[in-house]
């Protein structure tokens, strides 16, 4: 009861705090170093952070691999394929990776030593590196990454869906219950 009256007698100003806040986060939407900003931490998230850079790194892949298989070189394929990766850190970690294999390293150690990439990826574009088959062992990953990001959907669908279902539950009961106080208390009205 309390709660109601608070917000009818300030509703005006309630409303007025919406609308900004709404305004607020459609401008920070809008600022490429907001979102920028935003995103690097999500990707420091527990469980959106590691889909999120799946994701990433499935990206990269999939354009590496389109790329060398095009028959573009090594270098320059890698600097194209790190303009599909959004987050700064991962880029700035690419592009050491880049200056590593210019200066005669293979991609697999480079990515070993500099980038955050899991060992089943490094360990296909090894096996790429030797086979003479990179575009190939690429797509593989690219195609791994995607599945395991689906995988990771999924989990969090799952987790996400008993936590939504006791936030409705919670809200129609607190619907309820203001409903059941609002009518009893009509029979404390004196006549």
């Not at 970690?93 to 293979?106: D, F, K, N």
């Not at 991609?107 to 990439?117: E, G, I, R």
């Not at 003479?132 to 599945?147: D, F, H, I, K, Y």
């Amino acid at each position: 009861m309390g709660t109601g009256t608070f917000f009818n007698e300030h509703l005006s100003m309630i409303g007025a705090t919406i609308a900004i806040v709404i305004l607020l986060l459609y401008r920070l939407r809008q600022l490429p170093t907001a979102r920028a900003v935003l995103y690097e931490a999500a990707l420091r998230l527990p469980l959106v952070g590691i889909w999120l850079a799946e994701g990433e790194i499935g990206r990269w892949t999939s354009m590496l691999a389109t790329l060398l298989g095009n028959r573009v070189p090594l270098v320059q394929s890698m600097t194209l394929a790190r303009g599909a990766v959004h987050s700064e850190r991962l880029k700035a970690s690419l592009a050491q990776v880049e200056r590593a294999v210019r200066g005669g390293s293979t991609l697999a150690k480079a990515l070993d030593d500099y980038a955050a990439f899991d060992a089943t990826t490094v360990s296909l574009i090894n096996v790429g590196e030797r086979t003479g088959n990179l575009a190939g062992m690429l797509r593989s990953a690219a195609t791994l990454c995607q599945e395991s990001g689906r995988e990771r959907l999924k989990q969090l669908m799952t987790l996400i869906e008993p936590a939504a279902i006791l936030l409705i539950g919670s809200v129609v009961g607190t619907i309820v219950i203001a409903v059941f106080l609002a009518v009893s208390s009509i029979n404390d009205i004196p006549l």
